[in-house]
Every structure is written in C-alpha cells, then in structure tokens.
C-alpha cells in the first residue's frame, strides 16, 4: 500500500484532555503525531464524528494551551485522526 502522508509521523504517547462542543471533558491519549495532526486512542466515544470541531490539551505539561482541532477520519475501536485549525 503506498503511502500517501503529507508529513511523517513520529509514534508519541501523551495524555489529552479532549473538550468537546457540548462541554463533555474525556481523558484520551496520543498515539502518534505529525506536523499538522494526531493520531488519538478514544475507541467508542458517542461524541466523535467527521468534521466535529474540538479543543485539546496536553496534560502533564507546565502552562498547558487548549488548541482547536477537527476530527478527519474515525476508525471504529481505535479512535480517530484530527488535524490542528485556527479559528
């Protein structure tokens, strides 16, 4: 199968808290990560679907920064993919 990334991936597990749009606070965390995106272990969430616009935050880090993200691919008892956006 050819790979078809715009950048590559570096394998990173870290904690996350994931805020979504009604409010719903879930721990998650990393699998992997890009330059644009991650790669996030949250099997059977009800709340995740393409396109839904969310906000993370690394946990464990001094002075943590929520960043808006959008999920663009779900895979079904893995989690999902979501790039990094700018309001």
């Known amino acids: ?43 059977g969430h009800p709340e995740v679907h393409v396109g839904d616009i969310l906000e993370v935050i690394v946990n464990g880090i001094q002075d943590p920064v929520a960043r808006p993200i959008k999920i663009i691919r779900v895979e079904p008892g893995k989690g999902f993919a979501i790039e990094f956006v700018e309001y």
């Open 1 to 43: 199968m050819k790979e078809h990334r715009q950048h590559p991936r570096l394998l990173h597990r870290a904690s996350i808290n994931l805020t979504f749009s009604s409010g719903t606070i879930t721990t998650a965390h990393t699998i992997d990560m890009s330059n644009n995106g991650l790669f996030i272990s949250c099997a």
